[in-house]
């Protein structure tokens, strides 16, 4: 397929957000290019985000159960031991294997892959918008082949297209004046290759990403401080859940320094000295790796967005319309680089949405019922507002939990940590907020979505028959309780 070929549809950028809606736009008929500057397809999610990390996390869940807690349930083993190499090959497996499916998929779609970095050089005389692609690499397919560059030789491929869509995701933000060295100050795309369990990791940062990856290695035996400059972690979720994942993660031998900020990072060799201050003076602590997971930015670099006069906000978030249309007529943006939460479900929902829109289809992405989801263990989870946001907004509301303690499944389990929360409006009983920390969060919140979704009220999810034993029957418990007809209460 020769470069010069026109499209509808120019994609840049092959993660959660870029490859489907390259794929639901060929659904639609367009003919569709992608391009992608990595060596393999799935952006940040699949390569360094939230697929190695949840494998990790799902390995070292393990190797806690088996060193802690497999002689509750009568299995006597010897004391489990680390093989960091085989866990992280495993982790490396899962990737490789998804990643390898999501090229199937495009080339399945008939969509045309091309290697490199795009530049956008805006409409020609026809109106067509021009990218030129400069090549890094060709890219590996499943079938071991490789994909075709084209003008191979060249090194710079033009593609022009009716209009691009712009979905090249997110970066990490470094700590001031602290600059990410791969080694000893780290984001989190290194923390998920150390070839070494760290005797103790520092961990700037109490988001998701920084939990989470402070759970992976406190859990294989590091000592873990998380250093937070909030007084409270995930500042978004609702309060009760946040507070009781606090005290979870506590328990299981996290450190937290909360309203702390760190001042500066000294490396001496291998090792680093963090200095901070809780705002009673100045402190330090030796340790040999800072993960700093402070939070990310828009990744636009190099993609030609101020020759073009494309609109960014202050936030350098890319200003788009309700078509996901940028200030640049034909060019279109989605995922972390417009406004809204950073996660892959939400990219890939704007994705599917734009192009449909494209198409003619009114399709719109119900921000209000996005979820948020914290792996850790426990999980936590929410959709909707928290009672923080509800009391603030002046909105009355009711409230109904029921904590796992008194569930049947997660006493089998031996997952009794945490509760599920239903907060609905006090007058028409419309659900408004689902907020759940314990076993399987991340799985029993997209009951809540589908409710929500459709207006569904309390009485609604108390009505509908939940299989027993199960985790779920602590979604109809806690809808039951918003009215106090819980029964197991």
């Given at each position: 397929m020769p470069a010069s070929e026109h499209y509808d549809l120019i994609v840049v950028g092959a993660g959660p957000g870029g490859y489907v809606a390259a794929i639901r736009a060929a659904q639609l008929g367009m003919k569709v290019a992608m391009v992608e500057r990595r060596e393999t397809l799935g952006g940040v999610c699949l390569n360094e985000g939230c697929i190695p990390s949840k494998a990790l996390l799902d390995s070292s869940e393990l190797f806690v159960l088996a060193r802690d807690r497999f002689a509750l349930h009568g299995i006597a083993i010897d004391p489990p031991r680390l093989d960091l190499t085989a866990m992280m090959g495993r982790k490396d497996d899962v990737v490789k294997k998804l990643t390898e499916g999501v090229a199937y998929l495009i080339k399945k779609n008939g969509i045309a892959l091309f290697s490199g970095t795009a530049l956008l050089k805006g409409p020609g005389a026809d109106g067509m918008q021009e990218v030129v692609v400069k090549t890094?690499?060709?890219?590996?397919?499943?079938?071991?082949?490789?994909?075709?560059?084209h003008d191979e030789g060249a090194g710079i491929q033009r593609l022009y297209g009716k209009r691009v869509l712009l979905a090249t995701g997110s970066e990490p933000v470094a700590l001031p004046t602290v600059p990410f060295d791969g080694q000893v100050i780290v984001s989190a795309r290194d923390a998920l290759s150390f070839d070494r369990l760290p005797e103790h990791?520092?961990?700037?940062?109490?988001?998701y990403i920084g939990l989470e990856m402070g759970s992976v290695w406190r859990r294989l035996g590091a000592q873990v401080t998380v250093i937070e400059m909030l007084p409270g972690l995930l500042p978004t979720m609702d309060r009760q859940v946040s507070d009781t994942l606090y005290r979870s993660l506590r328990k299981q031998g996290i450190q937290f320094k909360l309203g702390t900020r760190i001042t500066g990072v000294r490396r001496i060799g291998a090792k680093a000295i963090v200095q901070f201050n809780d705002g009673s003076g100045s402190e330090e602590i030796d340790c040999d790796r800072v993960l700093v997971a402070v939070g990310r930015k828009p990744l636009t670099t190099g993609l030609g967005l101020e020759t073009l006069s494309v609109m960014c906000d202050e936030k350098g978030r890319v200003v788009v319309d309700a078509e996901y249309q940028t200030s640049v007529q034909g060019i279109f943006a989605v995922g972390d680089l417009v406004a809204g939460p950073m996660l892959a479900h939400k990219a890939s929902e704007e994705g599917v949405v734009c192009v449909e829109r494209m198409a003619g289809q009114r399709s719109v992405v119900e921000y209000e019922y996005i979820p948020g989801i914290c792996y850790t263990w426990p999980e936590a989870a929410s959709v909707g507002q928290s009672e923080e946001q509800l009391k603030e907004a002046g909105i009355p509301y009711m409230a109904g939990k029921f904590h796992f303690a008194a569930l049947g499944r997660a006493r089998c389990m031996d997952e009794t940590e945490g509760f599920v929360k239903i907060l609905a409006h006090t007058e028409s009983d419309r659900v408004l907020g689902v907020?759940?920390?314990?076993?399987?969060?991340?799985?029993?919140?997209a009951e809540a979505v589908t409710v929500m979704s459709f207006g569904g009220t309390a009485r609604d999810i108390a009505m509908i028959c939940h299989a027993h034993p199960t985790l779920a029957e602590a979604i109809k418990e806690a809808a039951m309780d918003v009215h106090k007809e819980a029964i197991h209460v």
């Open positions: 890094v690499w060709q890219l590996s397919l499943p079938d071991g082949g490789q994909q075709p560059l990791l520092i961990v700037a940062g109490g988001g907020h759940i920390v314990g076993p399987r969060a991340s799985d029993l919140i």
